[in-house]
């Protein structure tokens, strides 16, 4: 039986590599985590008979990564994985050349500049005033609360902090509420920063399945009541990255449950607004009780680069959450909070131009993958991306072959708490459609490399575990 990093790499895959094409796709493994810090790698001996190369070319390979920080070879201690010196973050090497659809996200709706130009009075109008304002401009929050009440959940402007951006917005809710150790529900597939920030506050993640079609209510809620976790995230509509949305029977039950064994539900909405043609409209999960908190933001409306998040909660977390917020940061930008006021004063041609995006999008990218025999694209009726089945266990595979066509696109795994759903891979439909169609076309070259590397019988592949 092969070693992890043979299975990772795909011993055909890579068979006539060179040394530096070697170590580039085991930096490719690390960097996205497929690969762990302190993890042991085989033998120069044993990876070169895995892999059918020769001992020198692995030996260079591993070289290379040693050089560069990558592994850490101790005599007699065989070779372990590392990082550089210095190493933040997996940020990904973009060329001119190359597309990132490691971010699902669109450019800056049309309105942005005249909603910028608009919000200079409102700017002028707080020059006299300290600057600093901890919940938030008042009429941004009662922007953000209409909205609510409006969707279904009454909202007061008490209970909205204005954030900056949707993970600023969770980190303040989960700094305030948490203890270390403590259990928390996640879905699985989910967002990979929101689990990011889960395990570095502490918390011990329990998955529960989550699909195009939807989530099991069942499994969901017996983890609720079986484990009794302190708190749970969920992004109820248009899922990222599955595009599914929940619905109001699940919400209710879920929420009930969630009442029943204290389990604080967090709510992420910052994909809610990215309707294409669903056709029906849920109530907001917050609607169904008084407890749950919920953040969204503009980023994925409006802009990325406008950094406007929010909370909705109920006024005792809303005041734990301002006592406790003044240690890391004294309020958002003013200039973006007039800006996001203006914004959303029109949210109907925002709404109206984000869902004529998506729908160009969406079709380039079926397009696309219609002519990539072995992948199918499921109903995706809104959100930022299509969670594609590959038929097959090559998530990683076909991801570091996208690499190779400088097309950078995360692995299914990327998604998830413990290393599951090969066989799923996040397309987003939120580039302009000449770029998907260009992304598509690369990710049809990747495709054939693997499918040729793995002798064309995917349907002889075992199912990838999902939890």
């Known amino acids: ?114 909603a910028t130009v608009r919000s200079l009075p409102r700017l002028a109008a707080l020059r006299s005033s300290s600057g600093y304002e ?40 989960l700094t305030t509420i948490g203890r270390r150790g403590d259990r928390v529900l996640v879905e699985q597939p989910t967002f990979p920063h929101a689990i990011e920030a889960l395990r570095r506050h502490g918390y011990r993640t329990q998955p529960t399945p989550v699909d195009e079609d939807g989530w099991d209510p069942r499994h969901l809620t017996g983890v609720l009541l079986g484990s009794r976790p302190q708190a749970a995230y969920l992004i109820p509509d248009f899922h990222n990255p599955t595009g599914a949305t929940m619905k109001d029977a699940e919400r209710d039950t879920i929420a009930a449950t969630a009442r029943s064994t204290g389990t604080l539900l967090i709510v992420d909405e910052t994909t809610v607004e990215l309707d294409i043609d669903r056709g029906w409209s849920p109530a907001p999960m917050s ?119 400088q097309l950078i696109l995360p692995p299914g795994p990327r998604f998830t708490t413990g290393g599951v759903l090969e066989r799923r891979m996040r397309i987003p439909i939120s580039f302009p459609p000449a770029q998907a169609a260009d992304a598509m076309a690369r990710l049809r070259v990747a495709w054939e490399h693997v499918s040729q590397s793995d002798g064309g019988a995917f349907g002889d592949l075992p199912r990838s575990a999902v939890v």
């Open 134 to 173: 901890l919940q938030g401009l008042p009429e941004l929050r009662e922007a953000v609360a209409r909205r609510f009440t409006e969707r279904g959940a009454a909202t007061s402007p008490d209970e909205i902090v204005i954030t900056a951006g949707a993970m600023h917005a969770l980190n303040l809710v």
């Open 1 to 114: 039986m092969g070693s992890r990093l043979t299975e990772l790499l795909g011993a055909r895959q890579v068979s006539g590599y060179s040394a530096s094409r070697l170590s580039a796709q085991i930096r490719a493994l690390i960097l996205d985590g497929r690969l762990t810090v302190g993890e042991r790698l085989p033998s120069e001996r044993a990876l070169a008979v895995e892999l059918q190369r020769s001992r020198s070319t692995v030996t260079r390979a591993y070289d290379i990564l040693d050089t560069e920080g990558y592994v850490d070879r101790i005599h007699g201690g065989g070779t372990r994985v590392t990082l550089p010196h210095g190493y933040l973050a997996p940020v990904p090497i973009v060329s001119e050349t190359s597309i990132d659809m490691s971010i699902a996200s669109m450019d800056s709706t049309p309105g942005l500049y005249d």
């Open 287 to 405: 609607s169904f009780s008084p407890g749950v908190v919920t953040i969204g933001s503009m980023s994925k409306l409006a802009w990325g680069g406008l950094r406007i998040g929010w909370i909705r909660a109920d006024r005792r977390l809303v005041a734990r959450v301002l006592a406790l917020r003044s240690s890391y940061d004294l309020g958002t930008a003013l200039l973006e909070q007039c800006i996001a006021a203006e914004l959303l004063a029109d949210l109907p041609s925002l709404k109206a131009h984000v869902s004529a995006r998506l729908s160009a999008g969406r079709s380039a990218v079926a397009d696309g993958l219609a002519a990539i025999d072995g992948i199918r694209m499921p109903s995706t009726p809104g959100g930022l991306s299509a969670w594609v089945d590959l038929g097959a266990p090559v998530s990683t595979a076909l991801s570091l072959a996208a690499r190779e066509q």
